[in-house]
C-alpha cells in the first residue's frame, strides 16, 4: 500500500507538471461552433419531405448483412457506455468540482462532449433503419453501464494514458473498417457516418499518444513499468462486460464476429502495439532494473502477438455461429 501511494503520488506530480503541455495540445479538440453534430448526418424530421428523408436512409441500410449489424451495434453500445469512461478517466483530470478551468479537466470534458456524439449518431441510425432490435440494445447499454468499466490500470495514472492510447487507436480502425464495408455494402450514409466518427478517434488517439510520450521523456523509468504492466495484462477491451440479459458471453461472440470480418482482429491488436512501442521509443530509453526488464518484454511483445493472431485465426474459423438478440436472435 505504500508503494501504490509514493507512486501514485509521484505519478500525480509529473502529470501536474504537464498542465502547460496539456494546454498547448487542446487545440486538437474541436470548437463546438465548428463541430460536427449527429442531426448533419440524419434526416431532419422537421422538413416537408421528412418521409422521403428517412426512406433514403432506409433502402441502403435494409442491404446490410447481419455480420456488419451485430458489429455496428456493439460499436454503438461501446460508445453509449461513455458516463463510466469519463469517471475512469477523471483520477487524471482531478476535475472535483466539475468545472475546473486547468488544461487536464478542460481537455476531458472537450474530449468527452465530443465522445458523446458517437453514441447519439449510432443510436439514431440504428433506430431509424428499422434494422435491429432497440429495446435488445438499450438493456445492452443499460447492463454495461450497470456493469461499470474497468481498465485494470488503478492506481497507476500513467496506465491510463496507456490505455486511452490504445483504445483510441483501436476504436478508430474499428470505425473505419466498418465503415468499408457499409461502403462496399452499397450505405454510404453509413459509411459517411464512421469514417466521420474515426476522424474524431484518430485526433484523440494524437492527444493521449503524445501526452505518454511526454510521459516517457519526464519519467521514463516509470512510465515503461507503466507500459509494461498494461501490456502484460493485455489491454481490456471498453465493452467486455456488455450484456444482453440472454447472453453471458456476449462479447466474446461478437470479437469472434468482429475478427471474422477484419473489423478488428489479434492482428491489428499486435499492430497498435508495434505502432506505440516505437512511437513511444521504448526500445533506445535508457532505464535500470524493473523498467529495464519491462523495456525487454515490450521490444518483443508485438511478435507474440502476432503469433497469437495465427492461432486466434484458426479458432475463429472453426467458431459455431451464435444467436444475437440485437438481430432478433438471427445467428452470425
Known amino acids: 500500500m505504500d508503494r501504490e501511494k509514493e507512486m501514485l503520488g509521484s505519478q500525480q506530480e509529473v502529470l501536474r507538471g504537464m498542465e502547460a503541455f496539456v494546454g498547448d495540445n487542446l487545440s486538437l479538440l474541436?470548437?463546438?461552433?465548428?463541430?460536427?453534430?449527429?442531426?448533419?448526418?440524419?434526416?431532419?424530421?422537421?422538413?416537408?419531405?421528412?418521409?422521403?428523408?428517412?426512406?433514403?436512409?432506409?433502402?441502403?441500410?435494409?442491404?446490410?448483412?447481419?455480420?456488419?449489424?451485430?458489429?455496428?451495434?456493439?460499436?454503438?453500445?461501446?460508445?453509449?457506455a461513455l458516463p463510466s469512461y469519463s469517471v475512469s478517466l477523471n483520477l487524471l483530470a482531478e476535475d472535483y468540482e466539475g468545472t475546473s478551468e486547468r488544461p487536464w479537466a478542460r481537455w476531458l470534458r472537450g474530449w468527452t462532449s465530443e465522445e458523446n456524439r458517437h453514441g447519439d449518431l449510432l443510436n439514431a441510425y440504428l433506430r431509424l433503419t428499422g434494422r435491429v432490435d432497440m429495446r435488445a440494445v438499450e438493456v445492452t447499454v443499460h447492463h454495461l453501464l450497470?456493469?461499470?468499466?474497468?481498465?485494470?490500470?488503478?492506481?497507476?495514472?500513467?496506465?491510463?494514458?496507456?490505455?486511452?492510447?490504445?483504445?483510441?487507436?483501436?476504436?478508430?480502425?474499428?470505425?473505419?473498417?466498418?465503415?468499408?464495408?457499409?461502403?462496399?455494402?452499397?450505405?454510404?450514409?453509413?459509411?459517411?457516418?464512421c469514417q466521420k466518427i474515426a476522424g474524431d478517434e484518430a485526433r484523440h488517439e494524437a492527444f493521449y499518444t503524445k501526452a505518454m510520450g511526454h510521459v516517457m521523456d519526464q519519467d521514463p523509468e516509470g512510465?515503461?513499468?507503466?507500459?509494461?504492466?498494461?501490456?502484460?495484462?493485455?489491454?481490456?477491451?471498453?465493452?467486455?462486460?456488455?450484456?444482453?440479459?440472454?447472453?453471458?458471453?456476449?462479447?466474446?461472440?461478437?470479437?469472434?464476429?468482429?475478427?471474422?470480418?477484419?473489423?478488428?482482429?489479434?492482428?491489428?491488436y499486435a499492430s497498435i502495439v508495434e505502432?506505440?512501442?516505437?512511437?513511444?521509443?521504448?526500445?533506445?530509453?535508457?532505464?535500470t532494473g524493473k523498467a529495464a526488464r519491462s523495456q525487454e518484454f515490450l521490444c518483443k511483445h508485438a511478435e507474440k502477438c502476432r503469433a497469437v493472431a495465427a492461432q486466434t485465426?484458426?479458432?475463429?474459423?472453426?467458431?459455431?455461429?451464435?444467436?444475437?438478440?440485437?438481430?432478433?436472435?438471427?445467428?452470425?
Not at 234 to 256: N, T, Y
Not at 275 to 287: E, G, N, P, Q
Not at 317 to 332: E, G
Open 30 to 80: 474541436v470548437p463546438v461552433e465548428k463541430a460536427w453534430q449527429p442531426s448533419d448526418y440524419l434526416p431532419d424530421l422537421t422538413a416537408q419531405d421528412w418521409r422521403e428523408q428517412i426512406q433514403r436512409l432506409r433502402e441502403p441500410a435494409a442491404g446490410l448483412s447481419d455480420e456488419v449489424l451485430v458489429v455496428l451495434v456493439a460499436d454503438m453500445v461501446t460508445e453509449e
Open 223 to 268: 512510465g515503461m513499468i507503466s507500459i509494461g504492466s498494461m501490456l502484460r495484462r493485455v489491454i481490456a477491451m471498453p465493452g467486455r462486460l456488455m450484456f444482453d440479459g440472454k447472453d453471458p458471453d456476449l462479447f466474446e461472440h461478437f470479437a469472434i464476429v468482429a475478427q471474422r470480418l477484419g473489423v478488428y482482429t489479434v492482428d491489428d
Open 146 to 193: 450497470n456493469n461499470g468499466f474497468n481498465a485494470r490500470a488503478y492506481p497507476d495514472l500513467y496506465g491510463g494514458l496507456v490505455y486511452t492510447a490504445f483504445q483510441e487507436r483501436a476504436t478508430k480502425i474499428s470505425h473505419a473498417n466498418v465503415g468499408k464495408l457499409a461502403g462496399g455494402q452499397g450505405d454510404a450514409a453509413l459509411a459517411k457516418i
Open 313 to 332: 485465426a484458426e479458432t475463429v474459423a472453426k467458431a459455431p455461429p451464435v444467436a444475437f438478440s440485437w438481430i432478433y436472435d438471427r445467428k452470425v
Open 275 to 287: 505502432h506505440l512501442i516505437s512511437t513511444w521509443d521504448v526500445a533506445r530509453r535508457s532505464v
